[in-house]
């Protein structure tokens, strides 16, 4: 039976733990956060069964994958770059809409986000392309010119209903380029034009959105309640109207003033305020699993803001355990990186964890107050429906890596580290 058990969990066993870590905190955190879900269906154990089953089908998921040899995800790019753009395409035009995104397609019955997987994909064509055509002195100039042409139409097909998924990806890929070895002189070129960019675009958002509208909705979600579309979806009409989101979310950052609690508005602010009330009732050592209280008022307490629900159960103890999981993620993918004979399989295996570990920073930052309200859900551990066992493939990819990789020999691999 242990042989058996073994040859089935195979790669990286500290990659294993922190998956496995994840997942169990999920199960017990969503079942907690999810008290809103539980009224509505009036099953008590219906939430968390489904996201249990969902976790399960992840982790088959990482398995499956972890036993196809990273060479062969060189042989899929083409694939899945046309399937990224096709459904890219097809989400904008036909996609349904949630919280005033179009970000979801139907499909054999199954609804997903295509992001989702664009995302992944874009990880994948970057780390192709910089192993191609590395050299002696670093990446060659026209490395950055194919990384572009390709990540840029998709990261505008995403951005036009989901600008926080395009921002973290283009920093992912940003940071893969800058690994590559791409030359410096590009990459500050690149920042020089996107701060251009930003200043445009933020000026555009001015002219076009609408304050009004934009009070209507405090937040998009990438996984709702059923991680799927709410029962009244439609089709998403023309990208400008997210400009009014966009604007209401810019003022309301930049113009945050301090505000008596007796004077705090809980309507208008709702996500805010009872993320701030559930820090503060955790008392520092936490109420215990399953003892929050504001899981009942938080809106989406189950997956944008499940992190603050850890911190009131959990304490922050349990928050920065959950903080040592994705650095442990991170740095133990960079060794096993570092110690890759060959480039491809080295910048795919630090482009999935980059692109899980930033998601899950910023999910954590907005949920203490620090950076805006988006919409990211935290990797592996919100309520979700095909995210959760996607990025659960992306780990599977990152042991694929950790088992099949050719290895550098071990002085070769100690000196470089």
Not at 107 to 112: I, Q
Not at 229 to 243: G, I, M, V
Not at 302 to 318: A, C, Q, T, W
Request: net charge positive.
């Amino acid at each position: 039976m242990n042989i058996r058990i073994g040859n089935l969990f195979k790669g990286d066993k500290v990659i294993w733990m922190v998956l496995l870590f994840l997942c169990f905190i999920s199960i017990i955190e969503v079942f907690s956060a999810s008290s809103s879900l539980t009224y509505k269906s009036q099953n008590y154990m219906d939430p968390i069964l489904q996201h249990s089953w969902k976790i399960i089908v992840g982790v088959g998921a990482a398995i499956f994958i972890l036993n196809i040899p990273c060479r062969f995800f060189k042989l899929m790019t083409p694939a899945l770059l046309t399937v990224s753009i096709v459904m890219l395409l097809w989400v904008l035009f036909f996609g349904e809409k949630t919280n005033d995104a179009g970000r979801w397609i139907s499909l054999f019955g199954l609804k997903f986000q295509p992001s989702e997987i664009a995302k992944g994909t874009m990880v994948l064509v970057t780390a192709q392309i910089l192993s191609a055509m590395q050299r002696e002195e670093g990446a060659d100039k026209r490395a950055f010119r194919f990384i572009l042409m390709v990540v840029l139409p998709m990261v505008f097909l995403i951005g036009l209903e989901n600008l926080s998924t395009a921002a973290l990806i283009m920093v992912v890929i940003f940071l893969m380029m800058f690994i590559g070895r791409v030359p410096i002189m590009q990459l500050g070129k690149m920042l020089g034009l996107s701060a251009l960019f930003i200043a445009l675009f933020i000026g555009a958002i001015y002219m076009v959105g609408s304050i009004e509208s934009s009070n209507t909705v405090e937040t998009q979600t990438e996984s709702i309640a059923n991680g799927k579309p709410e029962k009244n979806t439609k089709k998403a009409p023309t990208f400008l109207h997210r400009f009014s989101t966009w604007k209401g979310r810019i003022d309301k950052k930049l113009n945050s003033k301090y505000v008596a609690p007796q004077d705090y508005d809980l309507d208008k602010d709702a996500q805010v305020a009872h993320a701030n009330i559930a820090i503060v009732n955790s008392n520092i050592i936490g109420r215990g699993p399953g003892q929050s209280e504001e899981r009942d008022f938080l809106p989406q307490a189950f997956s944008d803001f499940i992190f603050v629900i850890i911190i009131e159960e959990l304490g922050i103890i349990g928050a920065a355990f959950v903080v040592l999981l994705y650095i442990v993620l991170l740095f133990r993918s960079a060794r096993i990186a570092s110690r890759c004979e060959n480039n491809f399989p080295a910048f795919l295996i630090l482009g999935l964890a980059l692109m899980l570990v930033i998601q899950a920073t910023f999910n954590m930052l907005v949920a203490v107050g620090i950076a805006p309200v988006t919409g990211q859900p935290l990797p592996l551990i919100s309520r979700g429906g095909t995210s959760t066992i996607i990025n659960c493939a992306y780990i599977g990819a990152i042991l694929s890596v950790s088992r099949s990789a050719k290895k550098k020999s071990d002085n070769l691999a100690l000196k470089e580290i």
